[in-house]
């Protein structure tokens, strides 16, 4: 019994030498799988924790809250295109400019999230939501309707000319959370690539505006 400990530290180092040391198939093999199970088991519940939803990072796959030219869009020249849809909501130019992402993002960025109280969420925050599609569904908030006891949101896309059906009245139990930052640029293609061929003709590709 009194080996236990040095014979724990030689497999500890062995496994260690294996995972980051060892070049051959049977190393790149065991790395994958430990690197898999740190990221499926530790480090996605850790951060489900600590960010308070279950999607803290989240792959944008469609181009709906698209704009032109994407983080080096010209602002003046998307809201001359835009500001009717707005300005039929009571949003001005003005106050749009405040909101988060005001140059929008795009298809395949990844998206920093966490959960929101729905007392917290305000008009202009990006929300993500269940729907009854495949994927939640990331779009700004356009108006908050609060009841006795609920609320109730109404969203948007930024690249979309009207509303989903589904979007128009979203109970506060469908929110997965708010959008904090886009932290990878593109990153997500990494994954969205695999199911580029799946997708119908009109969803394929890069996004252009609509």
Same mark, same amino acid.
């Given at each position: 019994?009194?080996?236990?400990p040095?014979?724990?530290?030689?497999?500890?180092?062995?496994?260690?030498?294996?995972?980051? !040391?060892?070049?051959?198939?049977?190393?790149?093999?065991?790395? %994958?799988?430990?690197?898999f199970?740190?990221?499926?088991?530790?480090? /996605?519940?850790?951060?489900?924790?600590?960010?308070?939803?279950?999607? +803290?990072? &989240?792959? &944008?796959?469609?181009?709906?809250?698209? #704009?032109?030219?994407?983080?080096?869009?010209?602002y003046?020249? @998307?809201?001359?295109? #835009?500001?009717?849809?707005?300005?039929?909501?009571? %949003?001005?130019?003005?106050?749009? *400019?405040? /909101?988060?992402?005001?140059?929008g /993002?795009t298809?395949?960025? %990844?998206?920093?999230?966490?959960?929101?109280?729905?007392?917290?969420?305000?008009?202009?925050?990006?929300?993500?939501?269940?729907?009854?599609?495949?994927?939640?569904?990331? #779009?700004?908030?356009?108006?908050?309707?609060?009841?006795?006891?609920?609320?109730t949101?109404?969203?948007i896309?930024?690249?979309?000319?009207?509303?989903?059906?589904?979007?128009?009245?979203?109970?506060?139990?469908? %929110?997965?959370?708010?959008? *904090?930052? !886009?932290?990878?640029?593109?990153?997500? @293609?990494?994954?969205?690539?695999?199911?580029?061929?799946? !997708? +119908?003709?009109?969803?394929?590709?890069?996004?252009?505006e609509?």
């Open positions: 019994m009194k080996d236990t040095g014979k724990f530290k030689k497999i500890i180092k062995r496994f260690w030498n294996i995972v980051w !040391r060892d070049n051959s198939p049977k190393g790149w093999i065991i790395s %994958i799988l430990f690197l199970i740190v990221i499926k088991l530790i480090f /996605f519940p850790v951060l489900n924790l600590i960010t308070g939803t279950t999607l +803290p990072l &989240v792959i &944008v796959e469609s181009c709906s809250m698209y #704009h032109e030219k994407n983080i080096f869009s010209n003046d020249l @998307w809201w001359e295109d #835009h500001d009717t849809k707005y300005f039929r909501l009571g %949003i001005t130019k003005e106050l749009f *400019r405040e /909101f988060n992402f005001n140059k /993002f298809k395949g960025d %990844i998206l920093f999230v966490t959960g929101v109280k729905s007392e917290k969420i305000e008009i202009g925050d990006v929300i993500i939501f269940e729907s009854d599609y495949s994927s939640p569904i990331i #779009h700004r908030v356009i108006s908050i309707a609060k009841s006795e006891d609920s609320y949101f109404s969203t896309g930024d690249n979309n000319n009207g509303q989903l059906t589904i979007e128009k009245s979203i109970p506060e139990e469908k %929110i997965i959370g708010k959008a *904090r930052a !886009r932290i990878g640029p593109y990153l997500g @293609w990494v994954k969205l690539i695999f199911f580029e061929p799946l !997708r +119908p003709s009109s969803e394929k590709g890069f996004c252009k609509n």
